[in-house]
């Protein structure tokens, strides 16, 4: 092979590399984007005592925010239209819950079973509170946790600009 051939073949080889290169960084970069539309606050100060705390809207017009249960890490959904917490059972079997009485509730898909427990604390940024009822729901498939009005009757709530804002009374 020639000089030149090789050097065209080194010349293909690092294009290739630019651009691979270049793919690996736009998709990295787009699913931060992505990640920051649908979670913007995943962020949340779980670790500093507060008595207030302001999450913003996602792009689905939701607020979404980490959190704890008993001290495991979860992702909320805030639902003012859910009467208790409701966690998927393998965010329960992973947090250590214990599945207590089976109930029939009434959910946005129909009426399902679901069984009772208690939350020893639940934290969302710097607010937490303790002995919250809860449901553990074996029919969510996802592991977001709906964080109920269980929860959120304890604070006052004030929704402004896409951003809401809870706390202690």
Same mark, same amino acid.
Not at 80 to 97: F, K
């Given at each position: 092979?020639?000089?030149?051939?090789?050097?065209?073949?080194?010349?293909?080889?690092?294009?290739?590399?630019?651009?691979?290169?270049?793919?690996?960084?736009?998709?990295?970069?787009?699913?931060?984007?992505?990640?920051?539309?649908?979670?913007?606050?995943?962020?949340?100060?779980?670790?500093?005592?507060?008595?207030?705390?302001?999450?913003?809207?996602?792009? @689905? *017009?939701?607020?979404? +925010?980490? &959190?704890?249960?008993? =001290?495991?890490? $979860?992702?909320?959904?805030?639902?003012? %239209?859910?009467?208790?917490?409701?966690?998927? @059972? *393998?965010?329960?079997? +992973?947090? &250590?819950?214990?599945? =207590?009485?089976? $109930?029939?509730?009434?959910?946005?898909? %129909?009426?399902?079973?679901?069984?009772?427990?208690?939350?020893?604390?639940?934290?969302? &940024?710097?607010?937490?509170?303790?002995?919250?009822?809860?449901?553990?729901?074996?029919?969510?498939?996802?592991?977001?946790?709906?964080?109920?009005?269980?929860?959120?009757?304890?604070?006052?709530?004030?929704?402004?600009?896409?951003?809401?804002?809870?706390?202690?009374?």
């Amino acid at each position: 092979m020639s000089i030149s051939g090789r050097q065209t073949g080194a010349t293909s080889g690092l294009a290739i590399v630019f651009w691979l290169l270049l793919m690996a960084s736009l998709t990295l970069f787009f699913n931060g984007f992505i990640d920051r539309q649908d979670n913007p606050n995943r962020h949340l100060n779980n670790a500093t005592p507060q008595s207030q705390v302001v999450l913003e809207r996602n792009r @689905a *017009g939701h607020y979404v +925010a980490p &959190g704890k249960i008993n =001290g495991h890490d $979860v992702t909320f959904l805030l639902d003012t %239209g859910a009467t208790h917490i409701s966690i998927p @059972a *393998g965010v329960a079997r +992973a947090a &250590g819950l214990v599945a =207590g009485r089976a $109930v029939r509730v009434n959910t946005a898909n %129909g009426i399902i079973t679901v069984h009772q427990t208690r939350l020893q604390t639940v934290q969302l &940024g710097g607010i937490v509170l303790s002995e919250i009822s809860a449901n553990i729901n074996a029919h969510m498939s996802d592991e977001i946790v709906l964080l109920g009005m269980s929860f959120m009757r304890h604070l006052d709530m004030t929704q402004r600009d896409g951003m809401l804002t809870l706390k202690l009374p």
